[in-house]
T-cell receptor, first 114, second 111 residues
Framework: AQSVTQLDSQVPVFEEAPVELRCNYS??????LFWYVQYPNQGLQLLLK??????LVKGINGFEAEFNKSQTSFHLRKPSVHISDTAEYFC????????????FGRGTSLIVHP | KAGVTQTPRYLIKTRGQQVTLSCSPI?????VSWYQQTPGQGLQFLFE???????NKGNFPGRFSGRQFSNSRSEMNVSTLELGDSALYLC??????????FGEGSWLTVV
């Protein structure tokens, strides 16, 4: 079984400041890792994913994340946020073998202030 | 390339009624999965279909069911609706299983 912990339920930040959204996971098997973004009244949009290879992955909208196997973390970062980045962000893991059933974190609400 | 399409987007039902939600996956995707999103429970996996067969199932009562057609389109049904079934129901599709793409969701309100 897998579990995902998003350490902050809410992250307020000023526009143009850097931001980090934290995600830790636990799993008895190898997993793939994902970040999704959900804007109000919309579905989830894939931001980026880690399947294998380089531990630093770049996604859309200037976001990037680093996979740290020893710390079982997959933190999301952006060097300079915009008002339009205000949304809910979800970290997710999927087992690399067997059933592709995802486990999601509870989400982090990123609030960007002008 | 069109994304995952869900209909209807919004609906209101009365307790005890049933509801059917529809999902058209991304062209070429044969895996379709469904999720329930609520403020209290977050995102929870309902079930997954592949080539018209239910491949995985989450921990939901039998009132929640689904099916997939030969063109990969999928429907989910909830019978005997309860107030607690009010939620955003998300459909997702996948080509390879390791990456899932979501639709906009169907907002269900049970009154």
């Amino acid at each position: 079984a897998q579990s995902v912990t998003q350490l902050d339920s809410q992250v307020p930040v000023f526009e143009e400041a850097p931001v980090e959204l934290r995600c830790n996971y636990s799993s008895s098997v190898s997993v793939y890792l994902f970040w999704y973004v959900q804007y109000p009244n919309q579905g989830l949009q894939l931001l980026l994913k880690y399947l294998s290879g380089s531990t630093l992955v770049k996604g859309i909208n200037g976001f990037e994340a680093e996979f740290n196997k020893s710390q079982t973390s997959f933190h999301l970062r952006k060097p300079s946020v915009h008002i339009s980045d205000t949304a809910e962000y979800f970290c997710a893991v999927i087992p690399a073998r067997g059933s592709y059933i995802p486990t999601f974190g509870r989400g982090t609400s990123l609030i960007v202030h002008p | 390339k069109a994304g995952v399409t869900q209909t209807p987007r919004y609906l209101i039902k009365t307790r005890g009624q049933q509801v059917t939600l529809s999902c058209s996956p991304i062209s070429g995707h044969r895996s379709v999965s469904w999720y329930q999103q609520t403020p209290g429970q977050g995102l929870q996996f309902l079930f997954e279909y592949f080539s018209e067969t239910q491949r995985n199932k989450g921990n939901f009562p039998g009132r929640f069911s689904g099916r997939q057609f030969s063109n990969s389109r999928s429907e989910m049904n909830v019978s005997t609706l309860e107030l607690g079934d009010s939620a955003l129901y998300l459909c997702a599709s996948s080509l390879t299983g390791d990456t899932i793409y979501f639709g906009e969701g169907s907002w269900l309100t049970v009154v």
